[in-house]
Nanobody
Framework: QLHVVESGGGLVQPGGSLRLSCAASGFTSDYYAIGWFRQAPGKEREGVSCIGSSDGRAYYVDFAKGRFTITMDKAKNTVYLQMNNLKPEDTAVYYC???????WGQGTQVTVSS
């Protein structure tokens, strides 16, 4: 059974950094893609970034470009989201999602506040 678990969220001041982790398990194929999404209070869930296991190619939405970096450690089946220069508007619950499936993590809270 596919399973993903997020960790690494927390409270950080504006301009600070956090690294989120998504530990995945239960894959039946060597080829998969993992995406990070986020949902702020009162807003719809939105995509942030994704990466594929076949070539490691990463994709970002506009607000993440230049500030966020997604990487994959295939040996550990773990995907990381390095977030730098965080802003208050980045405050949200961040979710890990195995693209193309119904598998989502429970989410990890990121709060950017002084």
């Amino acid at each position: 059974q596919l399973h993903v678990v997020e960790s690494g969220g927390g409270l950080v001041q504006p301009g600070g950094s956090l690294r989120l982790s998504c530990a995945a398990s239960g894959f039946t194929s060597d080829y998969y893609a993992i995406g990070w999404f986020r949902q702020a209070p009162g807003k719809e869930r939105e995509g942030v970034s994704c990466i594929g296991s076949s070539d490691g190619r990463a994709y970002y939405v506009d607000f993440a470009k230049g500030r966020f970096t997604i990487t994959m450690d295939k040996a550990k089946n773990t995907v990381y989201l390095q977030m730098n220069n965080l802003k208050p508007e980045d405050t949200a619950v961040y979710y890990c999602h195995h693209l193309g499936t119904l598998t989502w993590g429970q989410g990890t809270q990121v709060t950017v506040s002084s």
